[in-house]
Structures are given as structure tokens and as C-alpha cells.
């Protein structure tokens, strides 16, 4: 079936100039996700930064609603970005964790992503930025419906400067357009400008798909230590170079936002901003926060999944507005496909169309009954319905309080556990407090009877669970 779809996307790009592909489709809205990595829930000026400033993305709420309660899936990044762009929980595709430069598996070409889903309906499809869903070719953007791309396979720690890396972990980082490699070896030097030359791409595409509905995905490789920042904002802000490179990244969303009036398309064009996860506390100066939640980057607690989230479309959307609903990343796909009249997926997905909270209409809930969070190697560690989140018994890890690294080098870990089922009312107790398990038996019943349902379906490995609705991760060519 999606051999189908894209062969009849195909054909009308080749049948149907741009103009006649605009006039066509000219209700249909562009859009654009920015997607940062690492980027803490306090990490933006309207959620609470302190030691810099990020007017445009301030602005950005302003002008549109900002989500308290946004969450990923899960607080690591392939797993994460798969979720993003298909919809569905990161298990169900196979993803799990980061994928390292030698992974011989990817997100499966027969998984829809969201480009390949608005390619159906005749639009242009872009790409700058972090994939992380696959090195080998045919994982790349260009195989998974963006017409192109411009960017780093994985992450940019992922090279030979890692300090905390044996010699010889990781081959030279190189820089893709297409699928060629048109930068063997990413230096700290050139790693300056990554967040300068993804947003010149964004803004040349914006330029050239002007008159037919685009879709395009900024993937920004920081505020992922190693960080740099150009020359333009170095030493900017009060916090270091944490807050320049965030800065930088506020700059980004302002030239996107600018490209768009400029071309008279702004009030056509959805723009989407948040985060992969939350921050990796254990880098410290080189972290960014997610007060007042608790804990951040690689667990299940709120500061790992809940993100900042801004949407904004003049006209669509009603400025200024606030959303404490809950809603996570898998929601955007089935979203973006009611907004544009794109037929969902064949293969079953998990996300559900939460246009009405993007909208602040008056009353307007989730319209999930529970979300859920998986770990590691499809370790199912929380659950949330409503108000309640349920925390399953597992392994996670913390600094206890202690301060993370400087300038680079990380901190270390150490490990916890959660022993028992622990509950908690995070819409009054963001920060995870106070375990209210005890006296809430049937609301724990209640959450555990959702965990062993997403279980038979998308299996833990914490219960050596298979799960009966999981499909398979792409391999790449020759691969056992």
C-alpha cells in the first residue's frame, strides 16, 4: 500500500508543474518541525531559561500555543526520532536506543514517514540536520520520502574527538547531502557552523517551494555536547557556552519565521518546535535543565520525557494560548495527516490526532486513555493516564543530587532503583515528590492494567514480554 501511495505522489510531481501542484492544493498548509536534541524543558525563555534569552522562540508562544505537559517517548535519540516521524511507539518500528555509526539496521523503509505521508498529497519534502535513524543508504532521509536532505547520519559526539571514547570507537564524522557523502571528516572547527548551515538550507528551501505546500524537518545537531556555537554568538549569553549555542538555535527559528513573511507564507505555514528528550545532566556546565522536573536525559522520570513544545500558525492557531493537556511526538503524524487530508499509514500506528489542543479548542482532552514510556531495550518504565503516572519498577540513573561535569567531561552516574510500582499526580507534582501509591490502590490497578496491555502488544524486556504487534527494524544490505 505504500509503494502505492508513493508511486501516485511520484507521477503527479512529474505530471503537475509546481504552480498547477499549488493551485491544486493551495488550502493545504506548509509545514515545518524544528527539532532540537538534548534541549531541556527550562531551556526556553517562556518555560523558565535563566542566563540567556530566546526572544524568537518567545515570540514563537506568542503568537501560538506552547504545551506544559509535551513528552517523547523516549528520552534517547533514535528511539525518540522514530517515534516523531512514524507515529508510532519507536518498539513497535524496531528502534531502540542510539544507534551507533556500525548499526547495520535503520528505520525500515516500509515504515510512512511523516514526509512520505504528505508526499501523497503532492508535497515538496526537505531535510537539514541529525537523522540518527540509520547510516547505511538505504536508511537515509532521501529512501524515506524527503526529496532532500543535508546533515549529520548521527550524533555529533559520534566521532574520533570524544574524550570518553577508547581510540578507534568511531570512524570521521562525515557530512551528507542526498546520499553522498560530500564531507568525509566533520572537525570542531566546521561543527561551528552546523547550526548556521542548517538554517541556511531551511531558509533556500522555504525560497524555492514558496508556491506548493513543503514539508520541512530542522533536526539540529545541538545543544548534543560536543557543543559549538559560530563566532556570532559566542560569549552571548550569562551562562556560557550552553546559552550561546542556545541562543544560536533561538536565531535559527527567527530566520525560518523571517523566510516565511518574507514570501508571503506565513500565515499558510505550521511551525513546530521542540525537543528529542531531556537534558544530559550528567555534562553539567555543558547541560541544559528541565526544572523543576526530576531527573533528565535516559530515564522515565519527567525531566527525561516531558520537552518544551510551541506551536505556530497565524489565523489556525490563537496566540497566546497555553495548553496543559497532555500530548507526546507519536500524536504529530496523525495530526499532520488530518490537517492535510493525507490517507494514515496502512500498518498500524499509535498516535491519535490531537488537532483540537493545537487549536485550544474549548474543552478539548487527550484523547488517549494512557501513554507509555520504554527504555533501553524496550524496557516499559512508566505509564501515564490523565493526571497519574505510574513509574514500573526498573534501573535508571542519577548524580543524587550532585553536580554534573565541566566543560565536556561528564560526571558520573550512579543507579537507582524503583523497587515497587510508584505513583504519582504530576499534574500538581511535576517534580515526581511525593509517591501517592499507597493510598491510590485502584488508580495503580487501573495503570498496571494499561502496562500489561502495551505489553502483549509491544513486548518489555523488563518481563521478557515478545509483544505481538512489533515489526522489524530495517537491515541493511548484506547484513546477518
Known amino acids: 500500500m505504500k509503494n502505492i501511495h508513493l508511486l501516485v505522489a511520484a507521477a503527479l510531481a512529474v505530471v503537475l508543474s509546481p504552480a498547477a501542484v499549488s493551485a491544486a492544493a493551495q488550502r493545504l498548509p506548509n509545514i ?180 506548493r505546500p513543503f514539508f520541512f524537518y530542522l533536526a539540529h545537531s545541538m545543544p548534543h555536547v560536543p557543543l559549538h556555537v559560530s563566532d556570532k554568538f559566542k560569549g552571548k549569553s550569562e551562562q556560557g557556552l550552553y546559552g550561546d549555542v542556545i541562543m544560536e538555535i533561538d536565531w535559527s527559528v527567527g530566520e525560518v519565521l523571517k523566510a516565511l513573511k518574507q514570501h508571503g507564507i506565513d500565515e499558510h505555514t505550521l511551525v513546530i518546535f521542540t525537543s528529542d528528550n531531556g537534558p544530559w545532566l550528567s555534562y553539567g556546565n555543558h547541560a541544559g535543565s528541565a526544572a523543576p522536573l526530576r531527573e533528565g536525559k535516559g530515564t522515565s522520570w519527567e525531566g527525561g520525557t516531558r520537552v518544551p513544545f510551541i506551536a505556530r500558525w497565524p489565523g489556525r492557531i490563537p496566540a497566546g494560548k497555553v495548553q496543559d493537556e497532555t500530548a507526546m511526538t507519536i500524536d504529530l503524524l496523525p495530526t499532520l495527516a488530518h490537517l492535510t487530508g493525507a490517507p494514515l499509514p496502512a500498518r498500524k500506528i499509535d498516535g491519535l490526532n490531537v488537532w483540537p489542543l493545537l487549536a485550544a479548542e474549548a474543552g478539548a482532552k487527550n484523547p488517549h486513555e494512557a501513554y507509555f514510556t520504554w527504555f533501553a531495550d524496550n524496557q516499559l518504565q512508566a505509564v501515564r493516564s490523565g493526571e497519574w503516572k505510574l513509574l514500573l519498577p526498573h534501573t535508571y540513573r542519577t548524580l543524587e543530587g550532585r553536580p554534573g561535569g565541566r566543560d565536556g567531561i561528564p560526571a558520573k552516574y550512579a543507579s537507582l532503583e524503583v523497587k515497587q510500582p510508584e505513583l504519582y499526580r504530576v499534574t500538581r507534582d511535576r517534580n515526581e515528590a511525593e509517591n501517592v501509591a499507597a493510598q491510590n490502590p485502584e488508580v495503580v490497578r487501573r495503570l498496571l492494567a494499561f502496562a500489561e496491555n502495551a505489553r502483549a502488544e509491544l513486548g518489555d524486556s523488563l518481563t521478557k514480554r515478545p509483544g505481538s504487534g512489533v515489526r522489524a527494524a530495517g537491515k541493511a544490505s548484506g547484513a546477518p
Open 32 to 211: 515545518v518541525v524544528i527539532f532540537t536534541d538534548d534541549q531541556g524543558y527550562a531551556d526556553v525563555g517562556v518555560f523558565g531559561a535563566k542566563g540567556f534569552t530566546t526572544p524568537n522562540l518567545d515570540r514563537m508562544a506568542a503568537e501560538g500555543i506552547r504545551f506544559t505537559d509535551f513528552h517523547v517517548s523516549s528520552a534517547v535519540c533514535s528511539a525518540s526520532r522514530a517515534a516523531l516521524l512514524t507515529g508510532c511507539y519507536h518498539g513497535r518500528v524496531g528502534i531502540h536506543g542510539a544507534l551507533g555509526p556500525k548499526a547495520t539496521h535503520g528505520l525500515n523503509p516500509d515504515e510512512m514517514t511523516i514526509a512520505e505521508l504528505v508526499k501523497q498529497k503532492g508535497y515538496a519534502t526537505g531535510m537539514a540536520g541529525k537523522w540518527h535513524l540509520g547510516r547505511p543508504p538505504e536508511f537515509l532521509p532521501v529512501r524515506q520520502g524527503f526529496d532532500e536532505y543535508f546533515g549529520l547520519p548521527y550524533s555529533n559526539d559520534m566521532w574520533p574527538y570524544h574524550p570518553e571514547a577508547k581510540k578507534g570507537t568511531y570512524p570521521p564524522l562525515p557530512l551528507i547531502e542526498g546520499d553522498t557523502v560530500i564531507d568525509p571528516e566533520i572537525t570542531p572547527e566546521k561543527q561551528r557552523s552546523l547550526t548556521t548551515w542548517y538554517t541556511e538550507r531551511a531558509v533556500k528551501f522555504i525560497a524555492r517551494n514558496k508556491e
